[in-house]
């Protein structure tokens, strides 16, 4: 079956550590896409990839960093530069790219950080 | 700036019909779409609107007006099933440049019996 794979699902950090969520997805889609979601909040546009080896910021960036070295996979590593990594992260990826698309983006089922 | 504002509460009962509003933001727009997310899941995708007018899908229907910079999602037959959050989300080519999907700040939907 296709579909969008996160994990871990739960992950605990040690203040000063960075870690790294895994996203994979066997869709072929072009775009994929990490949000950053807070107790009662909307979703926050980390980064996102149109394309292989190309990613642009999204509107909270900082402390985060991603690589998008194969279509299938968009790990998000959460640095000690972020300040409240504490967090439900999400994943997606739609056919999207550059192409002038509607469809539906989909969600894998997130990762749980918490900093301990 | 982008932004998309959402009310962040609605209460219905069972039965009733329920519209959660949506109005949005953005240097650019390719069309608007609603995702519903139960406490602790993953958004899954329910309706899209890239012209204007009201698209229907079963219970569900999604109204857009470009002009406006409005859309709304109408829930009809309210079932407890559907106490969840509503996201509406734009997909913004910011000038043609990138293809960004922006959500909105949710609405949480509760049905009571």
């Known amino acids: 079956d296709g579909g969008i794979t996160q994990s871990p699902k739960y992950l605990f950090r040690k203040e000063g550590q960075n870690v790294t969520l895994s996203c994979e997805q066997n869709?072929?889609?072009?775009?994929m896409y990490w949000y950053r979601q807070d107790p009662g909040q909307g979703l926050r546009l980390i980064y996102y990839?149109?394309?292989?080896?190309?990613?642009q910021k999204g509107d909270i960036a900082e402390g985060y960093s991603v690589s998008r070295e194969k279509k299938e996979s968009f790990p998000l590593t959460v640095t000690s530069a972020q300040k409240n990594p504490t967090a439900f992260y999400l994943c997606?990826?739609?056919?999207?790219?550059?192409?002038?698309?509607?469809?539906?983006?989909?969600f894998g089922q997130g990762t749980r950080l918490t900093v301990v | 700036g982008q932004s998309l504002e959402q009310p962040s509460e609605v209460t219905a009962v069972e039965g009733a019909i329920v519209q959660i509003n949506c109005t949005y933001q953005?240097?650019?727009?390719?069309?608007l779409s609603w995702y519903q997310q139960h406490d602790g899941g993953a958004p899954t995708f329910l309706s899209y609107?890239?012209?204007?007018g009201l698209e229907e899908t079963g219970r569900f229907s999604s109204f857009l007006s470009r002009s406006d910079s409005y859309g709304y999602l109408l829930l009809q037959e309210l079932q407890m099933k559907d106490s969840a959050s509503y996201f509406c989300?734009?997909?913004?080519?910011?000038?043609?440049?990138?293809?960004?999907?922006?959500f909105g700040t949710g609405t949480l939907l509760a049905v009571q019996p």
């Open positions: 997606a990826s739609s056919i999207g790219g550059r192409v002038l698309s509607g469809t539906e983006a989909f």
């Open positions: 869709l072929n889609h072009d775009a």
């Open positions: 990839s149109q394309i292989v080896n190309d990613f």
């Open positions: 953005t240097s650019g727009f390719y069309g």
């Open positions: 609107n890239a012209l204007d």
């Open positions: 989300a734009v997909r913004d080519h910011n000038g043609g440049a990138t293809n960004k999907l922006i």
